[in-house]
């Protein structure tokens, strides 16, 4: 028989009760680990999106590294420097050379010499001896030394020591310009110490051998053949004064290279070498004679520490340019030294004739004076 269970109370009162906690304790784990789920997977979008975008951000970086290096490699390639004109002064170095040339040829007649004494002597004709002697003691007088004043002082050949003791008679006047004994060195002369090395290159390659004839002497074929021996000699004197000349004329400030100059000092390297190393006679007309301004040249691109600072910040192409500049100069430098050694083998020339002349004139006379009597040797 059939039974029908229509409540039961344990089961109302104590299972459902439990089965509804355990129902609702499983919907809040299932909770629990959906939000968990959910958490888990929007944090990794949020690392996926954040390592997209680092590695954006370095493809950028990159790029942006990759285009500053071509921009500094183009700039380095093709961008002058500002002071392009004032890195060297090779521009101006041919028109400094001619002015020097042209400057010599003046000096040998007394142009650009302001002593009248000193110009005189150059400008006039050969006297003899013993007035180029005269002429030699008063040019003197204004070139005397501590010594001679103590001597003979007051007089008229040495009134008292002279600002530039022994210029017309020590070698110091052409090397180093004239001046009291202890000087620094110039390269650029003032007009005084031009004086004073022109007067030494009169005392030591012009002095006097004989008298120029006068109109009705030379007429005469003794006086013919004086001037014809006295001509040969002023054409070996000429060769003997030319290098001293050189000296002088290379050491004359010249207009030339002001422009050049007031470029080159816009360097703040070559600034700064030229006022530790100009002589007082350019900074005080802005002019430099050939010798200093190839001094300069050479100088600051070497004895200057400044110049070591500059070359330390160049790169690339202009590295190049410089040390093209440099190989430059060297070369012109070198041209120089070739020209000197051309008028040198000139001059050696012209002694080895003295010498041969000495040999062989005194027997090429004799036989000349045996062919004309006759003589027949045996």
């Not at 439990?18 to 809040?28: H, N, P, V």
């Not at 030379?218 to 040969?232: D, E, K, S, V, W």
Request: hydrophobic share 35%; with cysteine; proline share 5%.
């Amino acid at each position: 028989m059939a039974v029908d269970v229509v409540s039961s109370q344990p089961v109302e009162q104590q299972v459902m009760p439990a089965l509804r906690k355990i129902q609702d304790t499983l919907g809040e784990i299932l909770s629990a680990e959906t939000e968990t789920g959910t958490a888990v997977v929007q944090s990794g979008e949020k690392i996926t999106t954040a390592i997209t975008e680092t590695a954006r951000m370095q493809r950028e970086a990159d790029n942006f590294n990759r285009q500053a290096d071509r921009l500094e490699k183009a700039r380095e390639a093709y961008t002058l420097p500002d002071s392009i004109c004032s890195e060297s002064a090779s521009g101006t170095a041919v028109q400094v050379s001619r002015a020097t040339r042209a400057a010599a040829s003046r000096l040998t007649s007394g142009g650009g010499v302001s002593s009248p004494a000193v110009r005189d002597t150059l400008a006039s004709l050969p006297v003899s001896p013993r007035q180029g002697s005269y002429r030699s003691a008063a040019i003197h007088a204004a070139y005397c030394t501590a010594e001679e004043a103590r001597a003979y002082g007051g007089t008229g050949l040495c009134s008292g020591v002279s600002p530039l003791p022994g210029g017309d008679t020590e070698i110091r006047s052409l090397l180093d310009g004239a001046g009291p004994p202890g000087k620094v060195p110039d390269l650029t002369f003032t007009p005084q110490q031009t004086d004073a090395a022109m007067a030494y290159l009169s005392n030591t390659a012009r002095y006097n051998a004989g008298r120029s004839p006068g109109k009705g002497e030379i007429q005469t074929a003794t006086g013919q053949a004086y001037q014809g021996l006295l001509t040969q000699y002023k054409a070996i004197q000429s060769a003997a004064a030319q290098p001293q000349l050189d000296m002088v004329a290379a050491s004359q400030p010249l207009a030339a290279t002001r422009e050049a100059l007031s470029e080159a000092r816009q360097t703040p390297s070559a600034e700064t070498y030229y006022q530790q190393t100009a002589s007082a006679q350019v900074k005080q007309t802005g002019e430099m004679s050939e010798r200093e301004f190839d001094a300069f040249e050479v100088g600051r691109r070497y004895a200057n520490t400044a110049w070591v600072t500059d070359l330390q910040a160049m790169s690339g192409d202009n590295l190049l340019r410089e040390l093209a500049r440099q190989q430059s100069l060297g070369n012109w430098l070198a041209l120089g030294i070739k020209n000197e050694l051309r008028q040198a083998n000139i001059l050696a020339g012209q002694q080895l004739a003295l010498a041969a002349r000495a040999d062989y004139a005194p027997q090429l006379q004799a036989l000349s004076a045996q062919m004309s009597a006759g003589v027949t040797s045996p």
